[in-house]
């Protein structure tokens, strides 16, 4: 069955497949289109582009991989209306791993086909500004999005990472504490090719920790948001605090925001909380339509 996306002053979603995908108001100024691409593995897969209604002429374009277990009209929810409001394109692919869907966890044909998102959009009308391509990703698709910049470096004009998974290994482990743990560890398993133990390398070569030195030269201007209190990344600290501390002594001169608070799991990624602001930071939003925030606990390297 097909579905009619239909934009006449406001715009209205309607049901994909099995996605339920409906903003809690109608949205103004942007317009989604559901397309589709063929994966690495040759795989028909969907991908929701975001576009500013009327727009003419190259516009900037943000890759934005999804999280685990969550589908790429849930991502998309996330951007409300920014994309009209601040005149850009966002594609959020379905993602596709090496064994499952919607647990690609940084594997390598999975970025492979992030790189490809331009083009992708390319294909379907869009007028992407070559020079203004950016990754934005929360938990699993922070994580895909640093591991674009270590992978492509070229690619990006900017990158913003919220509560990022940097250790697989270590994620691994830490699955077992969570509710439904050894389930995401068996799926864990079957993407990766077997525990952290039976093939260290395989973690590792999905970790963007393992890539600092790559990071860190690329020079691509990247920010990173975590939370003392993240429930599901228990010991950010120790992940995406202790990457932005090894990227800043790698290069000194990346331009490199991090920020610290106390919020939930990814929850600053949203079109009423810190987005806006990640978004501002790279010219994509005017301040003066950047909603004000709670304080934040910690911002190193950069003003908030």
Do not use: C
């Amino acid at each position: 069955m097909r579905w009619l996306i239909v934009v006449i002053v406001a715009l209205v979603f309607v049901p994909v497949a099995s996605a339920q995908f409906a903003p809690s108001q109608p949205l103004a100024n942007t317009e989604a289109r559901l397309i589709h691409y063929i994966a690495h593995d040759g795989i028909r897969r969907t991908a929701w582009l975001l576009l500013p209604i009327g727009t003419h002429g190259p516009i900037p374009l943000i890759i934005s991989p999804h999280g685990r277990g969550v589908g790429a009209d849930e991502n998309a929810l996330i951007w409300g209306d920014l994309p009209g409001e601040g005149g850009f394109a966002v594609i959020n692919p379905a993602g596709e791993g090496r064994r499952l869907h919607w647990f690609s966890w940084g594997a390598a044909g999975q970025i492979s086909d992030l790189a490809r998102m331009p083009a992708v959009a390319r294909a379907h009308g869009v007028d992407v500004d070559r020079h203004r391509i950016y990754a934005f990703g929360g938990s699993m698709g922070g994580q895909e999005t640093l591991l674009l910049v270590a992978r492509h470096p070229r690619l990006l004009a900017g990158a913003a990472a919220f509560d990022p998974a940097t250790d697989l290994r270590r994620r691994y482990y830490d699955f077992a504490a969570l509710k439904g743990g050894r389930g995401l560890q068996r799926l864990a398993r079957e993407e990766v090719g077997g525990t952290p133990d039976q093939v260290p390398r395989a973690y590792a070569l999905r970790s963007p920790d393992h890539y600092i030195q790559r990071i860190a030269s690329a020079g691509v201007p990247l920010q990173i948001f975590w939370s003392t209190r993240d429930r599901v990344i228990t010991d950010q600290y120790s992940e995406a605090g202790a990457l932005s501390t090894e990227l800043q002594r790698a290069n000194p001169r990346l331009k490199l925001w991090e920020f610290e608070g106390e919020w939930a799991h990814t929850a600053e990624m949203r079109s009423r909380r810190r987005l806006p602001r990640a978004l501002a930071r790279f010219g994509l939003l005017p301040w003066p339509d950047v909603p004000r925030t709670p304080a934040i606990t910690r911002a190193r390297s950069q003003p908030v």
